[in-house]
């Protein structure tokens, strides 16, 4: 009995994952929650520059920031103010970036201006990390 393998295409998964965000967002949010870990990808400066860049304790945790601009790009959202629309709107996508509520456009400016460094250094570790996956 012969065999036949279907190859897996980064289009196909893309797709398929742009489905169940718009059709089923609950099972979405959980298939990315038990397959990303945005933890492992930030560099511990990062870390130390957002915690101690105020001396204070922040009223947003840094991966809530970050999981919202990777959304962000995932999704093609043009504007933060279109994010921020959302995140005010989908209960499931402020739980799974971390927002208890949602900050508003100055602030999420303020973050990409004052740690563009930073988040493009833990982007790069992403793309370190996914395109020999990728290239598979």
Do not use: W
């Not at 298939?31 to 511990?44: K, N, R």
């Not at 927002?99 to 793309?127: C, N, W, Y």
Request: glycine letters at 2%.
């Amino acid at each position: 009995m012969a065999n036949y393998y279907h190859q897996l295409s980064l289009k196909d998964t893309f797709s398929d994952c742009k489905d169940l965000f718009i059709y089923d967002v609950p099972s979405f949010f959980q298939l990315l929650e038990q397959h990303f870990d945005i933890s492992l990808f930030i560099p511990q400066t990062f870390y130390h520059a957002f915690y101690q860049h105020l001396g204070r304790k922040r009223d947003y945790p840094l991966t809530a920031f970050l999981s919202a601009l990777i959304l962000q790009k995932i999704f093609p959202i043009p504007t933060d103010s279109l994010l921020i629309l959302l995140l005010h709107l989908c209960k499931e996508l402020r739980e799974f970036c971390g927002f208890s509520k949602v900050p508003d456009a100055p602030l999420f400016t303020r973050f990409k201006l004052g740690f563009a460094g930073h988040i493009e250094l833990m982007f790069q570790q992403m793309v370190d990390y996914t395109e020999p996956i990728c290239q598979q």
